[in-house]
């Protein structure tokens, strides 16, 4: 059997890591410590912070930034045949000073591929951008694209303008004529329609409806049309809330059509073919009822595996995807739909994994 | 095979609904703009709504966002409560896909006889 993670958090340990890759006067900026990077507005209550605790460097201290300790941890004792990296650096949340947040993604991504990237050919990308700039974002996008192991374009959730609006438009353009995938992604500022809550419990179960609206913007302003070469993929964003959400957005279209007509499939028919959605964290239901979940949704090609390693509600592949699921299903789940959708060649003889056995 | 006289020739128009009975069952009467006349059942197939507070109207295409053409009018019959669009052409929902509902439109027989709009059952 085979794993793909297709959400897995590498870092920086400092913003200050950023300097080298900064143009002037960003430089300058960061490296006197004129801005020290964003913050998130509440207090994690596990063990380990926002990380498992068990993720720690050589001298004790949590870590996040360590390609060595994450292939103890992960890709070697898991075997995974691919770990694509998410970040959790991102620019797009700056709300002012574009410019600044444009050079910072650059400068992640060149980070990325200096630290991260070239170190493990099990590892795939990312291009980061900030989508508040979509002209620039689409110069990045140009720019990493031509890296054989960038396979998507990230976007974070924002608080304000979901990713249907056509200001976004370059951004999608960009990564269809690059031929790479889209994938969404919970932020610090991600918010539900009553803001986080008043706990990190209320604002960790939140995140789902921080992701929800931006698949219904996505379909109801054209994206999933206009641009038909692009897959969608929501990364920890919960999933069994899929069926509800295809079942209204086609209730919506049948009655509201008359105002949405470039829609040309039923949003459900959208999100079978073109939507994909990390399992990462699993919501420890039975065995019977993902069969359930899997069947309302029609079809066993939507979940992906995911671990979000280092942060603290990793999923197991062992433990996480019910082992009495069809065979056929589970390694659809743990490897099979990320490895169409990024289209990965993985093959038996080649990857062995008998990790997950 | 019974047949009903609905309406009066002269009581129709394209784009209006009248309603009209056959027995105990409602059906709506209306002239399309080929002068062609349908004669349809008059609850909505999906959840039964009465057709006779619908309207006629056309449908929108569009091939880019934000972008609307308003095509066939005349020719779309639109449920008084959800909205939901058929085609008075085929009787078929502008909104194809559904597997569990019978989401089609009844049409009945329908010629003119001298002045009256006599439907066949």
Not at chain 1, 16 to 24: A, F, G
Not at chain 1, 171 to 190: D, P, Q, S, Y
Not at chain 2, 37 to 50: E, K, L, N, T, W
Not at chain 2, 62 to 83: A, D, F, I, M
Request: proline share 7%.
């Amino acid at each position: 059997m085979h794993i793909i993670d297709t959400d897995v958090h590498e870092s920086f340990a400092s913003l200050k890591d950023l300097v080298p890759y900064l143009p002037e006067p960003y430089k300058s900026w960061i490296g006197n410590g004129a801005w020290r990077g964003f913050s998130q507005p509440f207090a994690y209550t596990s063990p380990g912070n926002g990380n498992r605790a068990d993720v720690k460097s050589a001298d004790g201290s949590a870590s996040v930034s360590d390609y060595n300790l994450m292939r103890s941890q992960l890709l070697d004792p898991y075997k995974l045949s691919y770990a694509v990296l998410t970040g959790y650096f991102y620019p797009t949340g700056l709300k002012l000073q574009y410019g600044l947040g444009s050079a910072l993604a650059s400068a992640y991504n060149d980070y990325v591929l200096e630290h991260w990237i070239s170190k493990d050919k099990r590892f795939l990308g990312s291009v980061q951008i900030n989508a508040r700039d979509p002209e620039a974002a689409a110069r990045e996008i140009d720019r990493m694209a031509a890296h054989p192991q960038i396979r998507q374009v990230m976007l974070p959730v924002v608080d304000d303008i979901a990713y249907g609006h056509p200001m976004y438009r370059p951004i999608f353009a960009a990564a269809e004529r690059n031929k790479l995938m889209v994938a969404f992604h919970h932020t610090t500022f991600a918010q539900g329609p009553y803001g986080m809550g008043l706990h990190y419990m209320e604002r960790h179960c939140l995140i789902p409806i921080s992701l929800m609206p931006q698949v219904i913007s996505l379909i109801a302003n054209g994206v999933f049309d206009s641009y038909p070469n692009l897959r969608f993929m929501v990364l920890e964003g919960g999933f069994s809330w899929l069926p509800h959400v295809m079942w209204r957005m086609d209730r919506e279209y049948r009655q509201g059509r008359v105002e949405v007509p470039w829609i040309k499939k039923l949003p459900s028919q959208h999100c079978r073919e073109r939507l994909r959605l990390s399992t990462q964290p699993t919501e420890d239901i039975s065995g019977e009822d993902w069969g359930k979940l899997i069947d309302l949704m029609g079809t066993d090609d939507i979940l992906v595996f995911s671990t979000d390693y280092p942060h603290f509600d990793f999923d197991d592949p062992n433990a996480a995807i019910p082992k009495s699921l069809p065979s056929g299903t589970r390694d659809k789940i743990l490897w099979k739909n990320a490895a169409d959708f990024y289209g990965l060649d993985v093959r038996e003889s080649t990857i062995p994994n008998q990790a997950a056995e | 095979m019974a047949k009903h006289v609905v309406c009066q020739v002269s009581d129709l128009e394209v784009g209006k609904i009248i309603p009209a009975k056959i027995g105990r069952s409602p059906i709506i009467v209306s002239k399309l703009p080929s002068g062609e006349i349908r004669a349809v059942g008059g609850r909505c197939p999906h959840q039964g709504a009465d057709l006779e507070h619908g309207c006629i109207s056309g449908h929108t295409e569009s091939e880019s966002v934000n972008t609307l053409e308003y095509c066939g009018q005349g020719e779309t019959l639109r449920c008084p409560w959800h909205g939901f669009e058929f085609s008075l052409l085929d009787g078929r929902p502008i909104v194809e896909g559904t597997t569990h509902l019978p989401m089609k439109l009844r049409f009945f027989d329908v010629q003119i006889e001298g002045s009256d709009v006599v439907v066949t059952v």
